[in-house]
């Protein structure tokens, strides 16, 4: 697509709110202590999967993209597809979506209060609503969809 694509120029300017979704995210007054632990990336631990919504998800296939990626990395159906098992960290932790920002992890604090974080959900649903996104995905599924259409 050409630098002055109108859809190009909209999506851009969408993936820079859910940017700074994350920055208002990281400058709350909430203590976060994330020790890269990773059991949050093995969802038969925590019986839990991050669901990404169409921003999140294209923004975190542009970042896997970055590592010289072009498709979703084999992983096992209960472990975080960015989970590298070479290293046992994030392929893409800076751009990490929503959900493994206010993680379960009890050694990072626990999870944010849902009355904390509920703004931000509301706004990335309307990132997604504006990406003509359908809702949240489970992670392997909207990386891939992202994938596809970047």
Do not use: W
């Not at 969802?43 to 169409?54: N, Q, S, V």
């Not at 472990?79 to 893409?92: E, V």
């Not at 703004?119 to 003509?132: A, N, P, S, V």
Request: overall charge neutral; glycine content about 6%; charged content about 30%.
């Amino acid at each position: 697509m050409p630098a002055d694509d109108p859809n190009q120029i909209a999506r851009e300017k969408s993936l820079s709110k859910v940017r700074s979704i994350y920055s208002e995210l990281a400058s709350l007054p909430i203590e976060r202590n994330c020790q890269l632990r990773t059991e949050c990336c093995q969802f038969h631990i925590t019986g839990k999967t991050p669901f990404l919504t169409r921003g999140e998800a294209l923004l975190a296939a542009k970042a896997l993209k970055a590592t010289g990626r072009t498709s979703l990395p084999a992983s096992k159906e209960d472990t975080c597809p960015m989970l590298d098992p070479r290293t046992s960290r994030c392929r893409i932790y800076a751009n990490r979506p929503f959900g493994c920002r206010t993680h379960f992890c009890t050694a990072a604090g626990g999870a944010l209060a849902r009355k904390d974080v509920l703004d931000f959900i509301h706004r990335l649903e309307e990132i997604d609503e504006d990406l003509g996104g359908d809702g949240p995905r489970p992670i392997s599924a909207a990386l891939e969809y992202a994938l596809e259409d970047l």
